[in-house]
């Protein structure tokens, strides 16, 4: 959901499950070598159970999961929505040993590469979540429990017709304001001008999140790794836009 990945061979398809549509489409091609090692070794360490929905990336009805027992303790928590091949949460994680932090993704090969990554760092601050993103901050993480939120680089849905499918609306901002702690904060970015444009303007609207910048867009997040991907949509003439909310203490 995050980063821009590969074309796959074979597609899930949300609707046989869902009455509404979800902001990806699953990755299911083939893992390499060393990421089916990874998959296979580092999952009893990264990899968090959910118990599933009837879907392969739902969530059942009435999951739930306590971040304290995930991690062994209470600490400040980071949540990444589509952390794609883990740049973003591993360095942050591993940069910040005194936070927590949660990767939720949907491709199975960028959760193997995230658990690699992290392994080789000596990261153990981390979790990863293979599910639905919006189920997962409505159900089964706990109301409150979150102390940064971030979403970069979703998918844009560039066509018309697939507006839909774009993550950032209103009923995520009211799901994103639910696993915030009052005062907690958002953090978004995209190369997707008009997506940008959206997003702000929903959150601008929704009642539970205020500004945290000023001007048209917020600073870029110093805490984001840069990474290839907006390597290359900088050298392509793509403006990078971060937007910046609070949760309110209401």
Excluded at 39 to 59: C, F, I, M
Aim: charged share 30%.
């Amino acid at each position: 959901m995050t980063e821009q990945q590969p074309h796959p061979t074979k597609s899930f398809d949300p609707s046989t499950f869902r009455d509404k549509p979800v902001s990806f489409v699953r990755r299911s091609g083939r893992m390499t070598s060393g990421q089916q090692r990874g998959w296979d070794e580092l999952s009893p360490l990264y990899r968090v159970e959910v118990p599933r929905g009837p879907a392969a990336t739902s969530v059942a009805e009435g999951a739930n999961a306590d971040p304290a027992e995930l991690f062994g303790r209470t600490a400040p928590l980071v949540v990444e929505v589509g952390s794609g091949q883990g740049h973003a949460i591993v360095h942050a994680a591993s940069t910040h040993p005194e936070r927590d932090h949660i990767a939720i993704e949907v491709f199975r090969a960028g959760l193997a590469r995230t658990m690699n990554a992290a392994d080789e760092l000596d990261v153990r601050n981390l979790r990863l979540i293979e599910a639905n993103a919006p189920e997962v901050l409505e159900r089964f993480l706990p109301e409150g429990s979150a102390d940064e939120l971030w979403v970069f680089f979703p998918d844009p849905w560039a066509k018309a017709r697939h507006h839909k499918r774009r993550l950032v609306t209103a009923e995520f901002a009211a799901i994103a304001a639910r696993v915030l702690r009052p005062g907690g904060v958002l953090r978004l970015a995209t190369d997707w001008e008009e997506y940008a444009e959206q997003m702000r303007e929903v959150l601008d609207a929704a009642p539970h999140f205020a500004r945290d910048f000023t001007g048209d867009y917020a600073e870029r997040f110093d805490g984001r790794i840069l990474t290839a991907f907006e390597r290359k949509g900088a050298a392509k003439g793509r403006a990078i836009r971060d937007l910046t909310y609070r949760r309110s203490a209401t």
